[in-house]
């Protein structure tokens, strides 16, 4: 009767950003009570689906959606998270939305407060009514034994464990009398196995009482233990709609990654390589969202060492930490010298250079012109595109060395512009991405690290962006570490792919290693054993 | 039409306001009995007395330091450099460059330890360059009573102790810059070129120091710390630079007005001046992340423009002093039109 | 080992008020001035200062900082007791005039800077403080232009001998004393303003049960943090505009109260110093920028003033000067205010970097427990 309602039903929804396509007629249901794992990698269109679901402004403002969603049979048009709320859907997000002044019942109940009127209601409004924190306490309490955890009602969020504050934001969500269905997004990745334990057998309980749950997780052992139907998402489609009985974890990792077709690559040949350039042991960084544990790997003269892995996994931590942009620990040899961490001007010294991930805040002055950008790392670190002026007294900027420098790289890597005295933000993100690289290369390092090189780019930009990385691996040997979730470009050009898990270096696999090999050491699911940093053969 | 609108939300519309309004001022000047050239005059002279100020501000602007409230600070170390000037008795230009030469270590000290602190203090830099400017000009009144200057030009008559309020500057080195090569026009116009040129020399130091590789890295320190951190710079090492600086500029800055205003002015003097400063540089263009030589002349000149010219015209008209009300609205407005500015957020 | 963190913590958190507290004593002695007339006069301010410093809780509260635009209160209240003196309403009648007139005008400038400083949200307390600069030049275009030309003046015993514009100083003698004088108490050498008292514990009451109120826990969820305030939909910038309004509003009524202890007023520079001495008196008394209690009102308020009555003798005897004390005072009063918003400030980036030490120090013990799994297994 009632077990089978379809609470919420996602009918051939499809999204494009301008013209980059996300998601292509995407359909599934959920029923009430049921609980769905959804599974994905990077880019799969996971979050772009939620945003969806939610209602979120991005969503609108980039040209909406196609498609129906609707909410126990009738289609809803969310023009805002709180039409998302009061239709019934509540999203614990990965980062907490808690006020940390306020204790778990004020949190539990933020912004909808039992209250009691009082006489200033009538002259000054609804907001003059006194709170009735009894009431509060006790509606709080009722929902912690609805989730069956042990939280203390009067703790204040700030100095509770962090396991604790994912159970309140949960707990605020389903608190909501109104909500059905609850959508987690990596609920597990910051607790502890005991507290996943406890969140697990909470959502269950959840799910027991009517509440339909969709779990976003890339930890495929906990899907198959707490879903009920398993949902995988590639490239925007979905690829398997399935019961989880009798699914095993290797068979959703080989759906998570596994392409028809298949993977280019320019040389057939396995290059082989003499001596070792970098080595990293026991590294750990502190970067939040892609913390770091213990990170060891090996590094070969002229190779293109490629790191992949889901996001927040870790592996954007790597460069980072070495680079000193965040605090870092362990150790790095570089040519055999020991590397001091948390120092990014001698690690650009010491003849590294890194492309940042994040082109827009780390990697560029956006007010500034294509020359600035260029040049300055090399002005600074080595003193070049400097002239002296009054004999010798001042060294200034060489303007049209600059000049030249920029002209050279918007000719080798096609850098679509008006002329370098361009202001860095009025270009493509394609283009800001090869003033990134072109950056690096004026300094001409010995080892290159590069994070999500082609991300946000489209695929003719994407191309010539590799191929350059290419060329100055081939014709300079410069070795470069990539770093990359997107794994197809890892196997297309790199002569080893290392897979990182939870801030650990779970494998390293050829580039040609079968897919399904990649999505275990992904989910965690599998640590080769040989992670010290061997190739694996087969 | 579009481009004319762009024009104008960019530049600022309060600022074509006043730019507007000082024009109408010299039109109407001759109407209501007021002397143009007499007004040109005072114009070029104010502004060669308190450009310096309005140049002090860069270093820390285009650092990421925001408006340097605290120009107190470099202000405080002119007055040591001026009065121990005074005390050692020096003449002439060697007074003027004495001055210079004494405030200079001073400026230097306080530049660094004012650095410091406001590098513990990021996010807040403005408020807490407000008042620790304050305390110190009042401690700096407490020690103007106290220190041992015996030059009896300075020094109180009856108490024999203690620095006079003001101190005339009439016999050491009064006009010793706007005397250099000053070009008279007729009975009403003055310029002062010794001034303007020495205004002229230090905008030029400042725009050549902005070219070199430290004033490169300062700039980019200010207009993204992570990009500059991420190539190698110590974005705290930028910053007490450019407050060092800032400080210095307005050690001179100060020893230039008042060798143009004829008088040293102790005690509680120098707890206006950074808001003028600041007025006109924002009055020239500069946001609180931005600021060039443009805006530093262009904003000196336009503010200084309204001070001289709406008492002298308004008072002529009205034949009553709003003088005061108009500075304050102008000067104060303007500072808040750009506090109150979204910094706009790039694609 | 816990015992010495928690006592230099102690230090830390309170260095201000002990700081003041060893400076006013050591100069009390000094002052020559009697422990008598010492208690009296901190009465007296007591009464005519608190309602001010009150006023400064709740935009604290609600994570807007230190309002210095509470100027903008204190100005329209001297625009409403110019008008009860024009119309010579007296006693506390003119009082009640004066606020009732002055509301509206209050509720604009609450209002107005309320606007302006969420348009300058980040850097609310520089606004707030060239704000009140802003709005002063357009109190004097009021007061000394449009009174007595174009807004009609009856009573020409208050405004300038050229005809327009209102006297310098304004004498407050029909008002003065009123509310103090209401219901006075004499005990022993002290004699004790009830009424005001009384109309203090009253706002008291007013704030403790308003943070009772919804208005009043949304103000303290913007105040910890707009953002998820906002995703819970809470009004943001509303809630903080109803902030700024009601401290301009009591900023307002503390202003007349403390014109009628002072018995006159000077016109255009009256309000200059309020925000100044009432931001002091708060952070004297232990509050910061980002939390503020009653109890830190009336600490600060007793602290402060007792040391700017002392100064002035303890800096003739020390040093032979009483401006001395003088410049003491002002430097003291600057100076905390500096070393608050440092303390606060520093305080901050050390919580911040203690929580990510914190996170960090559990992964370095879990890396370091893998690790040496790790090696294990791989041998």
């Known amino acids: 009767m009632e077990k089978d309602k379809t609470l919420l039903s996602l009918q051939n929804i499809s999204k494009d950003f301008y013209g980059n396509v996300v998601l292509s007629d995407v359909s599934f249901d959920v029923k009430r009570g049921e609980i769905i794992g959804l599974v994905g990698e990077n880019g799969a269109g996971k979050t772009t689906l939620m945003r969806i679901l939610f209602g979120m402004n991005v969503i609108r403002e980039t040209g909406g959606y196609h498609g129906k969603v609707c909410i126990e049979g009738e289609e809803v048009h969310f023009q805002s998270p ?118 697990i057998k909470a959502l269950r309980k959840l799910a027991a009482s009517g509440i339909a749950i969709i779990f976003i997780s890339h930890r495929l052992h906990e899907v198959i233990d707490v879903a009920d139907r398993v949902v995988v998402l590639r490239d925007g489609v979905i690829v398997k709609d399935t019961p989880v009985a009798g699914v095993t974890v290797r068979d959703i990792a080989s759906w998570m990654v596994g392409r028809q077709v298949t993977v280019e690559r320019d040389e057939e040949s396995v290059r082989s390589f003499t001596e070792d350039i970098f080595e990293v042991s026991h590294l750990w960084v502190d970067m939040p969202g892609e913390t770091v544990k213990d990170m060891n790997f090996t590094v070969r003269k002229g190779e293109i060492f490629g790191i992949g892995g889901l996001a927040g996994q870790g592996k954007l931590g790597i460069p980072n930490g070495i680079m000193g942009l965040f605090p870092a620990g362990g150790d790095v040899k570089l040519h055999g010298k020991p590397v001091p961490l948390n120092e990014p001007r001698l690690a650009l010294q010491m003849g590294m250079g890194f492309v940042s991930e994040d082109r827009r805040g780390v990697g560029l002055l956006l007010e500034e012109s294509l020359e600035w950008n260029i040049a300055f790392t090399a002005m600074q670190i080595q003193n070049k595109h400097l002239k002296p002026v009054f004999g010798g007294l001042f060294k200034v900027r060489d303007e049209a060395a600059m000049r030249t420098l920029t002209q050279g790289y918007i000719d080798i890597l096609h850098i679509k512009c008006t002329s370098g005295a361009q202001k860095a933000m009025e ?7 090869k003033v990134c690289l072109a950056k690096s290369f004026a300094i001409a390092p010995d080892l290159l690290f590069v994070s999500e090189p082609t991300r946000g780019i489209d695929i003719g930009a994407k191309r010539l962006v590799l191929d350059a990385l290419h060329k100055y691996n081939r014709e300079l040997g410069m070795t470069i570490i990539m770093v990359s ?19 650990r270096m779970t494998g390293i696999l050829p580039p040609t290693a079968d897919l399904a090999e990649f999505g275990l050491l992904m989910t965690g699911e599998r640590v080769s054993k040989t992670s010290k940093g061997e190739a694996v053969n087969g | 039409m579009r481009s004319l609108k762009q024009f104008g939300a960019d530049f600022g519309w309060p600022r074509i306001i006043i730019f507007f309004f000082l024009v109408a ?89 004012y650095g ?12 807490i360059a407000m008042y620790v400017g304050f305390a110190s000009v009042m401690f700096m009144c407490i020690m103007w009573l106290l220190l041992p200057y015996t030059a009896p030009d300075m020094i109180w008559g009856y108490a024999g102790k203690g620095l006079r309020t003001t101190i005339s500057v009439e016999n050491y080195w009064f006009h010793i810059l706007n005397k250099f090569g000053a070009i008279h026009f007729g009975q009403f116009f003055y310029f002062p070129t010794g001034e303007i040129l020495f205004v002229i020399f230090g905008a030029f130091l400042m725009w050549l120091f902005l070219r070199t590789k430290t004033g490169t890295a300062m700039t980019a320190v200010g207009s993204n710390p992570d990009y500059a951190r991420a190539s190698g710079i110590s974005v705290d090492k930028m910053r007490i630079i450019s407050v060092i600086i800032s400080t210095m500029l ?33 009055i020239g263009g500069a946001s609180v992340k931005k600021a060039s030589m443009l805006n530093v002349v262009v904003g000196a000149f336009l503010f200084q423009g309204l001070l001289t010219m709406t008492p002298s015209v308004i008072n002529s008209w009205l034949q009553t002093d709003m003088s005061e009300v108009v500075r304050i609205v102008v000067s104060n407005g303007i500072i808040i039109y750009a506090l109150t500015r979204k910094t706009k957020v790039s694609k | 080992m816990s015992g010495k963190r928690s006592f230099g913590r102690f230090l830390r958190e309170n260095a201000v008020i002990l700081l003041f507290l060893i400076i006013t004593v050591a100069a009390i002695k000094p002052s020559g001035l009697s422990l008598v007339y010492i208690g009296q006069e901190m009465i007296t301010r007591l009464g005519r200062d608190s309602f001010l410093v009150l006023a400064l809780l709740l935009p604290i509260y609600a994570g807007m900082g230190l309002n210095f635009g509470m100027t903008l209160g204190a100005m329209a209240g001297q625009f409403g007791l110019i008008l009860a003196i024009n119309y010579n309403i007296l006693g506390v009648n003119g009082l009640i005039f004066a606020a009732l007139v002055s509301l509206p005008v209050s509720l604009l400038m609450g209002y107005v800077c309320g606007a302006v400083l969420n348009k300058a949200k980040g850097r609310e307390m520089v606004t707030g403080y060239i704000l009140a600069f802003f709005v002063n030049g357009i109190y004097q275009f009021v007061v000394l232009y449009m009174m007595g030309s174009i807004i009609p003046v009856r009573s020409r015993a208050i405004v300038l001998s050229r005809g327009y514009g209102i006297r310098n100083t304004l004498n407050l003698d029909s008002v003065r004393l009123s509310l103090d004088n209401l219901l006075a108490m004499h005990a022993g050498p002290f004699t004790f303003p009830i009424a005001t008292f009384l109309v203090i514990a009253a706002l008291c009451v007013f704030i403790i049960w308003f943070k009772k109120t919804k208005l009043g826990q949304d103000m303290r969820a913007v105040g910890y943090d707009m953002h998820v305030a906002e995703a819970s939909g809470v009004p943001v910038d509303r809630t903080r505009i109803i902030a700024i309004i009601i401290s301009t509003v009591l900023a307002t009524i503390g202003q007349i109260i403390f014109m009628q202890n002072m018995g006159n007023m000077a016109t255009y520079n009256a309000h200059d110093q309020t925000s100044f001495f009432a931001v002091a008196a708060i952070l004297v008394g232990g509050a910061s920028v980002k939390k503020a209690t009653i109890p830190n009102v009336f600490i600060g308020v ?34 905390v205010i500096a070393l608050s918003l440092v303390l606060y400030a520093w305080r901050t980036r050390r919580e911040t970097e203690r929580l990510r030490e914190g996170l960090r120090g559990g992964n370095m013990a879990a890396a370091n427990a893998a690790a040496a799994a790790g090696e294990g297994e791989a041998k």
């Not at chain 1, 270009?427 to 991405?433: A, E, F, R």
């Not at chain 2, 004829?262 to 001046?273: N, V």
């Open chain 2, 250 to 282: 307005g050690a001179a800055g100060i020893i230039v007005y008042e060798q143009s205003f004829g008088f040293i002015q102790l005690y509680g003097a120098p707890l206006a001046m950074p808001f003028t400063a600041i007025a006109a540089i924002l």
């Open chain 2, 116 to 127: 410091k602190l406001l590098n513990k203090v990021k996010g807040e830099e403005m408020t």
């Open chain 3, 302 to 335: 007793i602290l402060l003033h007792v040391l700017f009555v002392v100064s002035p003798g303890a800096g003739q005897k020390l040093f032979g000067e009483a401006m001395i004390g003088e410049y003491f005072r002002q430097f003291i009063g600057y100076g």
């Open chain 1, 427 to 433: 270009l493509s993100g394609g283009n800001q991405q």
């Open chain 2, 25 to 113: 001022l010299f039109f109407a000047a001759p109407a209501v009995g007021v002397r143009v050239d007499a007004s040109l005059s005072d114009v070029f002279n104010r502004f060669g007395q308190n450009a310096f100020f309005v140049l002090a501000l860069v270093p820390m602007i285009q650092s990421g330091c925001g408006l340097n409230f605290g120009l107190s600070l470099g202000i405080i170390a002119g007055l040591l450099g001026a009065t121990l000037s005074v005390q050692c008795g020096l003449h002439g230009a060697v007074g003027f460059f004495g001055a210079l030469v004494f405030a200079a270590p001073f400026a230097i000290i306080f530049g660094w330890l």
């Open chain 1, 485 to 503: 979730s997107e794994l197809e470009e890892l196997r297309s050009i790199c002569d080893r792919v290392a897979i990182v898990d939870e801030g």
């Open chain 1, 82 to 199: 709180f039409d998302a709320l009061d239709a019934g859907i509540g999203m614990a997000h990965q980062e907490f939305s808690l006020i940390p002044g306020f204790s778990t019942t004020e949190n539990i109940v933020l912004n909808r407060e039992s209250m009691r009127p009082t006489v200033f209601n009538d002259v000054f409004g609804d907001r003059m009514s006194v709170l009735d924190r009894a009431d509060m306490k006790r509606r709080a309490a009722a929902t912690i034994a609805k989730l069956g955890v042990d939280l203390d009602p009067d703790t204040l969020v700030s100095e509770m464990p962090v396991g604790h504050k994912q159970f309140t934001e949960i707990a605020r969500e389903i608190n909501r009398e109104k909500t059905k269905i609850l959508v987690l997004d990596e609920p597990t990745a910051v607790l502890t196995e005991t507290e996943a334990e406890v969140l």
